[in-house]
């Protein structure tokens, strides 16, 4: 790719965009585009050694300075100004009655809006939602999905299933992995996967 041409008296190479530089740290040219300058990166190439070398030390835009007390009283009234949950007391556990009315007061909100929960699981996510960071990598539903659903074998609509779900405990193994069409993986996400996790939670404030 062609360099552009330095613009003479006054000019600032490390503002400009779309041209090639010489990262000042390991020395590699590379292109800087304008989503590297929204991202803070004028003047290293974006690696991460390079990125935390040119900004630790002295090199750190902070380095060497004392908060002054303004700065301090900023800090904590911003920490005070945030709204604080309201909780039970310090030291207090649930008696063997809260632990039975959480229990039926579960059961008659799953007989009531049965029909509306499960419908809940089938509605899309939104384009702009943020992906859950325990999801499988497209790597690992490349190839660790298999060619038929393991459960009514069908090849239609088949995704990749935690068997024991993430949160109950599992993780991104292939051996924790099963490949299930839509309509299996909804129901077990209805009447295995929510079960076990309720009962995970009752056996645990039980104990």
């Known amino acids: 790719m062609r360099k552009r041409k330095d613009s003479g008296v006054g000019a600032r190479p490390y503002r400009k ?14 292109y800087r585009k304008a989503s590297f300058i929204a991202r803070g990166i004028t003047k290293t190439c974006g690696k991460s050694e390079c990125k935390s070398k040119a900004f630790s030390g002295e090199n750190n835009p902070a380095w060497g300075r004392i908060p002054t007390q303004e700065n301090r009283d900023a ?3 911003s920490n005070l100004a945030r709204p604080k949950r309201p909780g039970p007391p310090a030291g207090w556990k649930p008696s063997l009655e809260h632990r039975a009315a959480i ?14 929960m499960i419908a809940a699981l089938t509605k899309p996510k939104l384009s702009d939602s943020p992906r859950h ?19 009514c074998e069908t090849t239609d609509g088949l995704e990749l299933d935690h068997i024991i779900p993430i949160v109950a ?7 924790n992995s099963q490949t299930l069409c839509r309509k299996c993986n909804l129901w077990k996400m209805a009447y295995v996967d929510r079960p076990y996790y309720i009962s995970m939670l009752a056996s645990k404030a039980a104990s």
Not at 133 to 148: D, G, I, L, S, V
């Open 169 to 175: 405990g599992g993780i991104n193994i292939k051996e």
């Open 17 to 30: 965009n779309g041209a090639m530089f010489n990262c000042i740290i390991c020395g590699a040219e590379f």
């Open 103 to 116: 229990s039926a007061a579960l059961k008659t909100r799953w007989l009531l809006h049965r029909d509306k």
């Open 133 to 151: 960071r325990r999801e499988f990598t497209p790597w690992q539903k490349a190839n660790w999905k298999a060619a038929c659903c393991a459960w």
């Open 75 to 77: 800090v904590t009234n």
